[in-house]
C-alpha cells in the first residue's frame, strides 16, 4: 500500500470550531463587558435615584414637621399678644406698673409749620 501525501491539509469540523471560537472570544469578551457595564451603571444610578428621593422625602416631611410647630407657636404669641393688649390686663397691672389716673387732660395746641423764637 502506498501512502500519498496531499498539500491540502484536512482539519476536523472540531477543530474548525476552536479556531472560529478563538477568533471570536476578544470580540465576544468586549461586547459582553460592555453590556455588564451598562447594566452596572443603569443599576447604580437607579439605586443613587431612589436614595435620593428618599433622603429628600425625609427632609421634607421634618421641615413640614416644623412648619406645623412654628404655626402651632405663631398662634400661641397671637393669642398671648391679645391677652397682654386686653384691656382688664392693663387696668390689673395697673399697681404694680405704677399707673395712675390723669386728673386733668391738658392738649397741646399747634402753632404753626415754624418753630417759635
Known amino acids: 500500500m502506498k501512502t500519498y501525501s496531499c498539500p491540502v491539509k484536512i ?3 472540531l477543530e474548525k470550531k476552536r479556531k ?5 472570544s476578544g470580540a465576544t469578551h468586549i461586547f459582553t463587558l460592555g453590556i455588564l457595564l451598562i447594566i452596572f451603571a443603569a443599576g447604580g444610578g437607579y439605586l ?4 435620593r428621593s428618599a433622603v429628600q422625602g425625609y427632609r421634607m416631611r421634618a421641615l413640614e414637621k416644623e412648619i406645623d410647630r412654628l404655626k ?5 404669641f397671637k393669642i398671648n399678644e391679645a391677652d397682654l ?3 382688664y390686663r392693663i387696668e390689673a397691672s395697673e ?3 405704677s399707673m395712675q389716673k390723669p386728673e386733668s387732660i391738658i392738649y397741646l395746641e399747634e402753632r404753626g409749620p415754624v418753630a417759635l423764637k
Do not use: F, H, I, P
Open 11 to 13: 482539519t476536523s469540523s
Open 20 to 24: 472560529m471560537a478563538a477568533g471570536l
Open 48 to 51: 443613587y435615584s431612589v436614595n
Open 72 to 76: 402651632q407657636e405663631n398662634a400661641e
Open 85 to 87: 393688649r386686653s384691656l
Open 95 to 97: 399697681e404694680a406698673l
